[in-house]
């Protein structure tokens, strides 16, 4: 490098320093409402400390602009059954934005602790609702049938406590823990309870998760068209197994491969399935070939057919 320019980094250098950005990059001050209620409960944001404890979960997150728009992309693809199955319920619609604070939406995810899924089920919790884990399925991973898990914890959860907030932190630590404090405490209200320290910031996380999913574009979010994380779309075959089954046989008889199976059936856990009833998700319109090749399978007894050969050129000898 010649040497005038050498001569002007340390110029450059100060003024990185002093002007580390343009007033135009600047990103604005972000706030959040302060009348803000969540599953119908108001949220005493009037109080000081309630307060700094809101702003301290929004502003880390206002601010983190790729794990929003990851939680707007994905919440095209979860919400509305999530949504649906609330609705079917008579339960609140903000107890979506609890799997938000539990899993950012990601499907196959496992906490330090153990706990899987999208709502975060430890393997105990998960028998207790009928999720099975076993060296061939976690059904925690299973997004119907953790949210019927989760929706009826829940349930439990409030007809045990008599309040929403109550409910989900008892979600979080437990509800023995949670009855605990009360008892000791004196004291009903999550708001005046000494819990942990995890599960006094767990209802400000959710709380954040809805004010910026439900109106991205006031804090600056807002996706172009095509970008949203779409429903997965997929059929539904339920059938009986006489034998175990390999995976990779399974896909090919649906027209599919390994691969695509797992990945529509992430609750799988090893390469085959065992004799008994289950009920998969396979890629839609192969149903009707995936209900005929599974009955000839099991009424010669013998797995499926292989694919047909496929025409590859002649391996050529290495050039001497």
Not at 11 to 28: C, M, T, V
Not at 97 to 125: C, D, I
Not at 164 to 174: I, T
Request: glycine fraction near 4%.
């Amino acid at each position: 490098m010649p040497k005038n320019r050498l001569s002007l980094l340390p110029f450059l250098f100060l003024a990185a320093l002093l002007f580390p950005l343009s007033l135009e990059a600047q990103q604005p001050y972000y706030s959040f409402p302060t009348n803000l209620t969540l599953c119908g409960e108001p949220v005493p944001l009037e109080d000081r400390k309630f307060w700094e404890m809101m702003d301290r979960e929004f502003t880390q997150a206002v601010y983190d602009r790729a794990q929003v728009f990851l939680w707007l992309k994905r919440s095209s693809r979860f919400f509305p059954f999530i949504e649906s199955q609330l609705k079917a319920k008579g339960m609140p619609d903000d107890l979506k934005y609890l799997m938000v604070a539990e899993s950012a939406m990601r499907p196959v995810v496992f906490s330090n602790k153990g706990a899987a899924g999208h709502w975060q089920f430890m393997e105990k919790t998960g028998k207790r609702f009928n999720l099975r884990k076993n060296s061939q399925i976690d059904e925690r991973l299973d997004l119907a049938k953790s949210t019927e898990a989760a929706l009826s914890y829940l349930k439990l959860l409030y007809n045990l406590f008599g309040k929403w907030s109550l409910a989900m932190a008892a979600y979080n630590c437990g509800e023995e823990r949670v009855k605990e404090e009360i008892s000791q405490q004196g004291e009903n209200d999550y708001y005046r309870l000494d819990l942990p320290q995890e599960t006094e910031r767990y209802i400000f996380r959710i709380l954040t998760a809805k004010v910026l999913l439900s109106d991205p574009a006031s804090y600056g979010y807002q996706l172009p068209d095509g970008y949203a994380y779409p429903p997965e779309e997929f059929d539904l075959v339920t059938f009986h197994l006489p034998h175990p089954v390999h995976l990779r046989d399974l896909a090919r008889g649906c027209g599919s491969f390994y691969k695509e199976l797992k990945e529509l059936n992430v609750e799988l856990q090893g390469y085959t399935l065992s004799a008994g009833t289950h009920q998969l998700k396979i890629p839609p319109g192969k149903s009707v070939k995936c209900e005929k090749n599974l009955k000839d399978w099991i009424k010669n007894s013998r797995g499926f057919p292989p694919p047909p050969p496929e025409s590859l050129p002649p391996v050529e000898p290495p050039s001497q």
